[in-house]
Structures are given as structure tokens and as C-alpha cells.
């Protein structure tokens, strides 16, 4: 018999509600002063680490396939207000700085066309597809109207909704 596996993930195993209100005030990472206040020492920090081999290649990898470079931008930022490395406040200002370093990677490692907002819609094979599944639809359409007869229906009898139907033979 073999050994019982638990699953990785319990939904069970969460927070009960009000719980961060009974907590020990202190216990986050953000909670505490942040590690780095100089605008100017951040953006230099997250150049280096966005700029190094393995993390350019994954921005890279995540451009190419459709995530927007926003989106990295905010993520970079969040992970980097959970860990207690700067506040939010530092984090907004930086937006723009760690949006054109993600920008600047993927343009040195040649991405031709990437998504740069959250709210660009511009994806071409998606509006190519709808387009030409309404032609077909479009076409079915015609095709059927032309070469079927219009259906004719029985003339309904009086009675209810739930009464017998009687077939004539």
C-alpha cells in the first residue's frame, strides 16, 4: 500500500477571516522600514537585476508571449514593496523607470512586437480569426437561405399549452 500523498494545495489551509487583526503587528517585511529610500540607489538596483543573463532572458521569454511589459513593470515593483526593499511611494515613482528598463531589454534582445499596456488590444490573429469565422458564417447563411424552402408549420389548434396533440394520418 502506498504511502498517502497530501495535496500542494488546500484551500482549507488559509487565514481565518479577522485574523490579521489578532496578528503581531511587525511580522510583514513591509511593515518594517524599507531597505532602500534613494530613488536613485532602486533604480540602479533593479537595473542591475533586470538588466543580468537569466532575468533578461526570462522578460524576454514572457514578451514574446503576450505578457505586457506593464505588467512586468507592476510586478517587479509589488514583489519588490512585499519584500520590504522600498515603499509604495518609492515604487510609483518608479514605474515609468522599470517600464522603459523591460522595454530596453526586450528591444536588445531583439522582441519585433510586444504588448507595452495592460489595455493593448492589438492582437492580430485574434481579429483575423473572428473575421473570417463571420464570412463563414456569413456564407453558410446565404447558402442555406437559397437552396431550402421555407418550412411551413402546422396551424396550431385551440387548447392549452399541455394539451394532446392529434396527428392526422
Same mark, same amino acid.
Given at each position: 500500500?502506498?504511502?498517502?500523498?497530501e495535496a500542494?494545495?488546500?484551500?482549507?489551509?488559509? $487565514?481565518?477571516? !479577522?485574523?490579521?487583526? %489578532?496578528?503581531? $503587528?511587525?511580522?510583514?517585511?513591509?511593515?518594517?522600514? $524599507?531597505?532602500? %529610500?534613494?530613488?536613485?540607489?532602486?533604480?540602479?538596483?533593479?537595473?542591475?537585476?533586470?538588466?543580468? $543573463?537569466?532575468?533578461?532572458?526570462?522578460?524576454? =521569454?514572457?514578451?514574446?508571449?503576450?505578457?505586457?511589459?506593464?505588467?512586468?513593470?507592476?510586478?517587479? =515593483?509589488?514583489? !519588490?514593496?512585499?519584500?520590504?526593499?522600498?515603499?509604495?511611494?518609492?515604487?510609483?515613482?518608479?514605474?515609468?523607470?522599470?517600464?522603459?528598463?523591460?522595454v530596453a531589454?526586450?528591444?536588445?534582445?531583439?522582441?519585433?512586437?510586444?504588448?507595452?499596456? =495592460?489595455?493593448?488590444? %492589438?492582437?492580430?490573429?485574434?481579429?483575423?480569426? =473572428?473575421?473570417?469565422?463571420?464570412?463563414?458564417?456569413?456564407?453558410?447563411?446565404?447558402?442555406?437561405?437559397?437552396?431550402?424552402?421555407?418550412?411551413?408549420?402546422?396551424?396550431?389548434?385551440?387548447?392549452?399549452?399541455?394539451?394532446?396533440? %392529434?396527428?392526422?394520418?
Amino acid at each position: 500500500m502506498e504511502p498517502r500523498v497530501e495535496a500542494k494545495y488546500n484551500p482549507f489551509d488559509a $487565514p481565518v477571516p !479577522g485574523q490579521s487583526l %489578532t496578528d503581531t $503587528p511587525g511580522n510583514a517585511p513591509w511593515e518594517h522600514p $524599507p531597505q532602500m %529610500t534613494d530613488i536613485h540607489e532602486i533604480s540602479l538596483f533593479l537595473f542591475k537585476r533586470l538588466t543580468a $543573463p537569466r532575468a533578461a532572458e526570462q522578460i524576454i =521569454l514572457m514578451l514574446q508571449e503576450g505578457v505586457p511589459a506593464e505588467a512586468l513593470a507592476r510586478v517587479v =515593483l509589488f514583489g !519588490g514593496f512585499t519584500e520590504g526593499k522600498w515603499n509604495v511611494d518609492s515604487a510609483l515613482l518608479l514605474a515609468q523607470t522599470v517600464l522603459k528598463i523591460i522595454v530596453a531589454v526586450a528591444m536588445k534582445g531583439g522582441v519585433k512586437s510586444f504588448k507595452l499596456s =495592460l489595455e493593448d488590444k %492589438t492582437n492580430l490573429d485574434f481579429r483575423r480569426n =473572428l473575421a473570417d469565422m463571420k464570412n463563414k458564417i456569413e456564407r453558410t447563411a446565404k447558402k442555406m437561405a437559397e437552396t431550402e424552402a421555407p418550412m411551413e408549420l402546422p396551424e396550431a389548434e385551440a387548447g392549452g399549452l399541455m394539451s394532446k396533440l %392529434t396527428e392526422e394520418i
